[in-house]
């Protein structure tokens, strides 16, 4: 006997339309669906209750599942068991009943409903139902690349900043261009594979560094992820491709002699440029984090100013004296007023963050770099670099090393000792006394 469920699970993407003859007693009442009001941690199901010949009395009958709870939205589980639902009650008045065989009605809905792709997959004779489902769910239409890639650019939209997402959006870009170009028969998600990745990432290594590529693998990793995640796909294999050693670049610190002829340049020819560079010398604000800056976020009172962090949604810092001296009046201002708009301090700019972040460091390329003829590894974000050593250095004249880095957290914001401590190895903050008298020693 045909297990009456999976034949409904079969039917799910079938319309078969006939007449509701009302005038005939139902021996079923409607199909409901029970949403769990609507937690999904719960099973969601089709019910209904079917007259026992044998009572005469209406029964309920085993709910109908399906794959409805593999989905993760109330909308996507709802809108399957609406299919099911109806496609159960076209069922029920067509005679199907779940206390008969119902394999001669099967056959003829399986035979009249079949489109030419779905002939071939009616099985041999002695197959079972459960062979047919199986068949069915393998054969559903798969997922074009783009859309997949779409559906998870939207659900990262939610998560992550507008910023990310258009790295995103450019990496996504290029790589379908590539795939276009050169794998033109991989249409849908399900032929994607490691392999034509690999490929890819190869291509990007050929054209730009080890660093670029591992940068293409991770953000490629991570839409890959929402879609495992959402059981669009059954793995993430990116995660099995490895990340390249690579060389960072850094940004060199300046010497005492190029950072006071920087500022006494600037004092004369570029004052809103100086005062930029100051927030991030003294306030040690990585360059994105200045461009963020409203009049708002600085607190006139308390001399604080709050902003956006790269390792936290809000983060206060005080505003040091030596800082606070350079500001206007502030009061001025409108409160939603950039802090650096362009040529001036206060104002509107209708661009993108990155654009501004982008005009700041072009502005000194043209006004400093050239000037004093610095290399490619003087930027910026050079002047953090340059004030955290000198703080630290400052600071462990006068207390042990772990007594100037527990001060010194409080003011550049790291998160962890660890990473402070990473972050003045890496700049070579941390340097050792004179060894000379171990030197002499060993020679002796």
Not at 377 to 401: C, E, N, Q, W
Request: proline share 4%; net charge positive; hydrophobic share 35%.
């Amino acid at each position: 006997m045909l297990n009456f469920n999976k034949i409904i699970t079969f039917a799910y993407d079938n319309e078969y339309d006939t007449a509701y003859d009302l005038k005939i007693k139902k021996n079923f009442s409607t199909p409901k669906i029970y949403n769990a009001k609507g937690d999904l941690t719960k099973r969601w199901y089709v019910y209904f209750s079917f007259r026992d010949p044998e009572t005469g009395k209406l029964k309920r009958m085993t709910p109908i599942y399906g794959d409805a709870n593999s989905y993760k939205t109330k909308e996507d589980r709802l809108q399957v068991l609406t299919q099911y639902r109806k496609t159960l009650i076209k069922l029920l008045n067509q005679g199907f009943s779940p206390f008969e065989n119902n394999t001669e009605s099967f056959n003829h809905l399986k035979n009249t409903s079949s489109t030419p792709e779905e002939i071939k997959l009616v099985p041999k004779q002695n197959a079972t139902i459960d062979k047919i489902v199986e068949i069915k769910i393998d054969e559903e239409p798969k997922m074009s690349i783009k859309e997949a890639f779409d559906f998870s650019i939207n659900y990262k939209t939610k998560l992550v900043s507008v910023t990310t997402i258009r790295s995103y959006k450019n990496r996504i870009d290029y790589f379908l261009r590539w795939l276009s170009k050169t794998h033109p028969e991989i249409k849908t998600i399900d032929k994607l594979t490691k392999k034509v990745v690999l490929i890819f990432l190869n291509a990007v290594l050929d054209r730009t560094t080890a660093r670029t590529r591992n940068n293409y693998r991770t953000e490629l990793s991570s839409i890959i992820q929402v879609l495992e995640d959402n059981e669009i796909i059954k793995s993430n294999f990116i995660k099995k491709i490895s990340v390249l050693k690579s060389t960072p670049n850094r940004n060199k610190t300046y010497s005492q002699e190029e950072q006071e002829s920087i500022f006494k340049y600037l004092e004369q020819n570029d004052k809103v440029l100086l005062l930029f560079i100051k927030f991030i010398s003294y306030n040690f604000l990585r360059p994105i984090e200045v461009c963020r800056l409203q009049i708002k976020d600085i607190n006139i009172k308390t001399r604080t100013v709050q902003f956006k962090a790269k390792n936290s949604p809000l983060k206060t810092k005080i505003i040091p004296d030596l800082l606070w001296k350079e500001l206007p009046d502030l009061t001025q201002f409108n409160p939603d007023d950039l802090l650096f708009a362009r040529d001036t301090i206060g104002g509107a700019w209708d661009t993108k963050l990155n654009n501004r972040r982008d005009f700041y460091s072009k502005r000194f390329k043209t006004v400093v770099k050239k000037k004093f003829n610095l290399g490619i590894d003087y930027g910026l974000y050079s002047f953090r670099h340059t004030y955290i050593t000198k703080l630290y250095r400052a600071m462990v004249k006068d207390s042990s090393p772990f007594e100037a880095k527990s001060k010194l957290m409080l003011i550049t914001g790291h998160s962890t000792m660890s990473a402070l401590e990473k972050y003045l190895r890496d700049i070579d903050a941390e340097l050792p006394a004179d060894y000379s008298e171990m030197l002499k020693n060993i020679n002796e």
